[in-house]
């Protein structure tokens, strides 16, 4: 039971270098979603994705890049990483059909942009 | 624009001791309510969720929450609080209807259990 799966789980990036979070999962869900995470902002949508080669822009999209190629994976891009993209990136899954299904989450990767 | 708000950043509770988390919430139907709880360096794993039908719904490890119209509220709560129950909780709500949009959280609430 794999789930949702990111890596990596920690990495360290100097400002302006490029990076790719993946993500995959198992549960063959349509719905595919990235979230950041930081101190007193709760999550918040960076992009999602409804279906493989469908994505579209969440709250907080800018610095960042998705594609959907498959069902199961869902990277998302840093083309210039900043310190302000210093997070915990969750990567979530769930049934397109309704959202009164349960979203799954990874385990998170935790980026420190220096 | 839905939107979720957690007005307690922090709550601290001796263990044994009853909890309530609060949340209030903004949408113009209806909505998907869910709870989550985050233990840490772990992902958010789903506590309890609520779309229809009674207003009481039991969740996982011992939670239940009940939905208030009136008050546009989701309150979590649990009768007797573990230590293993020191986490960091998250209120969201979604659009019914299948919508593409994400989940809105709020901004969580953290919970510190007193020996």
């Known amino acids: 039971n794999a789930g949702v799966t990111q890596t990596p789980k920690f990495q360290v990036l100097k400002t302006g270098q490029s990076m790719t979070l993946q993500c995959a999962q198992d549960?063959?869900?349509?719905?595919m979603s990235w979230y950041r995470q930081d101190p007193g902002m709760g999550l918040r949508l960076i992009h999602y994705?409804?279906?493989?080669?469908?994505?579209d822009q969440g709250e907080v999209p800018n610095g960042y890049n998705v594609s959907r190629s498959t069902t199961e994976d869902f990277p998302l891009r840093l083309l210039s990483a900043a310190p302000s993209q210093t997070s915990v990136y969750f990567c979530?899954?769930?049934?397109?059909?309704?959202?009164?299904?349960?979203?799954?989450f990874g385990q998170g990767t935790r980026l420190t942009v220096v | 624009a839905q939107s979720v708000t957690q007005p307690d950043i922090h709550i601290t509770v001796s263990e044994g001791a009853s909890l309530e988390l609060r949340c209030n919430y903004s949408y113009g139907a209806t909505p998907y309510l869910f709870w989550y709880v985050q233990s840490p360096g772990q992902g958010l794993q789903l506590l309890l969720k609520?779309?229809?039908?009674?207003?009481l719904v039991q969740g996982i490890k011992g939670f239940e929450a009940e939905f208030k119209r009136s008050q546009s509220s989701f309150n979590l709560r649990k009768p007797s609080v573990h230590w293993s129950d020191a986490a960091e909780y998250f209120c969201?709500?979604?659009?019914?209807?299948?919508?593409?949009?994400?989940?809105?959280f709020g901004k969580g609430t953290h919970l510190i259990i007193q020996p």
């Open positions: 969201a709500v979604g659009a019914p209807g299948g919508g593409a949009d994400g989940l809105t």
């Open positions: 549960m063959n869900h349509e719905y």
């Open positions: 609520y779309f229809s039908g009674d207003t």
């Open positions: 979530a899954s769930r049934i397109l059909d309704s959202l009164n299904t349960e979203a799954f």
């Open positions: 994705s409804v279906g493989a080669g469908i994505t």
